[in-house]
């Protein structure tokens, strides 16, 4: 197993890619701390992976409160004595944007607060129980739509992008002390929360969901979209020893959604 007495947080680990990421860290050998700010997800989860005999806790946490993700990062080396892991994958987002001069601001700053700020918190307090045992790996979620801008979606745009940034400095500043820090960048991922997203598009667009489905899958060059657990095994892949000579990347995993011009993007 890949990450065989390992320990990982994951944060937004109750549903979506966070849910696969820790399914996929818990068979490949890794205790699991799931954190959201929905415990009752989170619980689901861990029960899952204990019901299969492996470790897990579930936290409820804000990440984008210090003290909460102080006691998360405590909670967790009192349970399992250490950390090894932390995957930064919780996120907001709103599909209710809007262009600039027209974007409601609580949603810029709840976003930025949450993806930006929630992240360098979460990887703040990791590095402080990492650093003293000179081991231990970071992996950031960022987006596709950190790499190209979206109109009418600049808070989510921007915080991923800053994601991208933040894992560029922090991999140089973590270095010295042997901890990698990457990116993975996923496209559309078959999610609950893509699907209704898509289901709510169709319908404020007046078509049926199966051509918003059609267009959606054209817009990559694989012409389908990513599955979660793909995203999570990319994600095992930057977590393990397996990438060991890697840090400061950004992995896009996103069925070429990436290659298209974003121009062809926003006509879906």
Known sequence: MKLEDEVAIITGGGTGIGKAISLAFADEG??????????????????????????????????????????MVAETVKEFGKLDILINNAAAYSYNNADVPDMNLDNWYDTLTVNVSGTMLCARE???????????????????AGISGHPTE???CVSKWAIIGFTEVLAIEAGKHNIRVNTISPGATRTKEFEEMITALANKRGITEEDMWRKLKASNSLNRIAEPEEIARAV????????????GHNMIVSCGFHLIHPQEIHRL
């Open 30 to 71: 890794a205790a699991v701390v799931a954190a959201a700010r929905n415990v009752a997800r989170l619980e689901e989860v861990a029960n899952q992976i204990k019901s299969k005999g492996g470790k897990a806790r579930a936290i409820q946490t804000d990440i984008s409160d210090h003290q909460q993700v102080k006691r």
């Open 126 to 144: 990791a590095m402080k129980v990492m650093i003293p045992r000179k081991s231990g790996v970071i992996v950031n979620v960022s987006s596709v």
């Open 154 to 156: 600049s808070p989510y």
């Open 236 to 247: 095992v892949f930057m977590a393990s020893d397996d990438s060991s000579a890697m840090t």
